[in-house]
């Protein structure tokens, strides 16, 4: 579960790298997963879904990987840029339950 | 446009009041969350409810109170029982079930107490 009090963990990227953000899951059962971004000050905002029938989904310069059978979960963002420094949350987007994972920060080093 | 909004953007308490924090949504959504961020950490929910008039505790309820009279109204009030209320507040809305969407966030309320 979550360890609440703690920090959220950091990757530093180099501007023009590919940024790699992990996370794991919980529910073998749950069946659609999402990446949000959150600037600083601001409300966390959709960035990519995937649904459990898929293994890869590709967006603009993002692309989400989903491991079902060790149940986990990345988000891939190429060629980073400076305004790609935010925090990072994936999400289980079940029926009726939303569960977050703890996000990770990602500050691009210009 | 629908979307979900928040207000006010900044809010300030002195010890020992109570304040109450709006989320408003016209995006037709069942359900809605309450979300506490403090400085450099995660999401922690407070409440949430999933249908009118139905509500219930999330991780750290305590020192916190909602109604949900209103499928577009979900407002927090945070009492004097909360010790440590200066935080970010976050609300959020989805649909649910097989046809669900992602779930929308305001743009959130920092609250500091004075």
């Known amino acids: 579960g979550e360890s609440v009090g703690l920090h959220l963990p950091t990757l530093s990227v180099q501007e023009g790298d590919n940024s790699i953000i992990n996370c794991a899951y919980s529910n073998s059962a749950s069946d659609y997963f999402i990446w949000y971004k959150q600037e600083s000050g601001k409300g966390p905002q959709f960035i990519i879904d995937i649904r459990s029938n898929m293994d890869k989904r590709q967006g603009q310069r993002v692309t989400v990987l989903l491991n079902k059978t060790v149940k986990h979960l990345s988000l891939q963002i190429a060629a980073t840029q400076p305004g790609d420094s935010a925090v990072y949350f994936c999400?289980?987007?079940?029926?009726?339950?939303?569960?977050f994972g703890k996000g990770t920060k990602l500050s691009v080093i210009p | 446009d629908g979307g979900i909004t928040q207000s006010p953007k900044y809010l300030f308490r002195k010890e020992g009041q109570n304040v109450t924090l709006s989320c408003e949504q016209n995006l037709n959504h069942d359900a809605m969350y309450w979300y506490r961020q403090d400085p450099g950490q995660g999401l922690r929910l407070i409440y949430y409810s999933q249908i009118v008039n139905d509500f219930q505790k999330g991780d750290i309820a305590e020192g916190y109170s909602v109604s949900r009279e209103k499928k577009e109204s979900f407002p927090l009030t945070v009492t004097s029982a909360q010790k440590n209320p200066t935080a970010f507040y976050l609300c959020?809305?989805?649909?649910?079930?097989?046809?669900?969407?992602?779930?929308?966030f305001g743009q959130g309320t920092r609250l500091t107490v004075v």
């Open positions: 999400a289980e987007n079940s029926p009726y339950q939303l569960t």
């Open positions: 959020a809305s989805r649909s649910q079930g097989q046809g669900r969407t992602e779930a929308f």
